[in-house]
């Protein structure tokens, strides 16, 4: 994702937060497979997300390369179906 210098163009990425309500090691673990799943749905690539664990959530930067209609279409869903679970 890195750019070379001097490269000015405007970088637009999909945010999507997920927050770990459950308290937990087995809860956080079960947060992290949904969104591989969700990710998996989305077909979005490892290298093009950077997942951030923030203690009580997640931060999730996806690349702008990602079809947001393909993102939006599928990942949503997919994850809160997999929350439930």
Known sequence: MARPPGD???????????DGHRAGREAR?????????AFAAAQVEPGER??????????????????????????PAHLADRLDD
């Not at 000015?8 to 997920?18: F, K, N, P, T």
């Not at 673990?29 to 799943?37: G, H, K, V």
């Not at 997640?58 to 993102?71: A, Q, R």
């Open 50 to 75: 950077h997942i951030e664990d923030r203690g009580d959530g997640v931060l999730v930067l996806v690349s702008g390369s990602i079809s947001k209609t393909t993102l939006l279409d599928r990942f």
């Open 29 to 37: 673990r079960a947060t992290y497979r949904a969104l591989e799943d």
């Open 8 to 18: 000015l163009r405007s970088r637009h990425r999909g945010l999507r937060r997920a």
